[in-house]
């Protein structure tokens, strides 16, 4: 079935580290892949969306890796800050007809000063 | 301005109750969706519509129905409230057919006593 894992469940760094969060899937049948992230109390904010051809994308401090062999995607934050304590969300997208994402359990960051 | 509204932010509903959450998007995506997040399962997908047609239905239970007046609407309807619907409903959109991630409101914070 669709299933995606996301390690870890918590994650603490100091200012000016990277963080890097991983989700793996199960079925290879996939689209597109988001993250999402979620501050206290808002909405789910996309924060970029990757093809399923596609390896490797940078945008504004944020890295994601696929690695459809081993079916993983990361998120990697660069010099995270503050502003940048949310929970984190992977999702995979295996029916584009229906626009059905499936999440991870998200991942509690933190970023201390 | 947020271009996907949800109504109302927070409600509240005794046991047994109907309620209707409301969702306009003016982004002009031709698919819609409703989301539950909740501490048990934290990010489940409900429904999608397409120009108002249902697309996919992840709910079991048939006290959970959608309803799209407009093709920019998309309500949900809860039926005989239970204190396990308590949970934040998500309403997110997109352009069905181009591998574009859905946005998301900010979400119903639902509390069923």
Known sequence: GEQVEQRPPHLSVREGDSAIIICTYTDSATAYFSWYKQEAGAGLQLLMSVLSNVDRKEEQGLTVLLNKKDKRLSLNLTAAHPGDSAVYFCAVAYNTNTGKLTFGDGTVLTVKP | ?113
């Open chain 2, 1 to 113: 301005d947020p271009k996907i509204i949800q109504k109302p932010k927070y409600l509240v509903a005794v046991t047994g109750s109907e309620k209707i959450l409301i969702c306009e998007q003016y982004l002009g995506h031709n698919a819609m969706y409703w989301y539950r997040q909740s501490a048990k399962k934290p990010l489940e997908f409900m429904f999608s519509y397409s120009y108002q047609k249902l697309m996919d239905n992840q709910t079991a239970s048939s006290r959970f129905q959608p309803q799209s007046s407009k093709k920019n609407h998309l309500d949900l309807q809860i039926t005989a409230l239970k204190p396990d619907d308590s949970a934040t409903y998500f309403c997110a959109s997109s352009q069905r057919g181009n591998n574009q991630a859905p946005l998301f409101g900010e979400g119903t914070r639902l509390s069923v006593l």
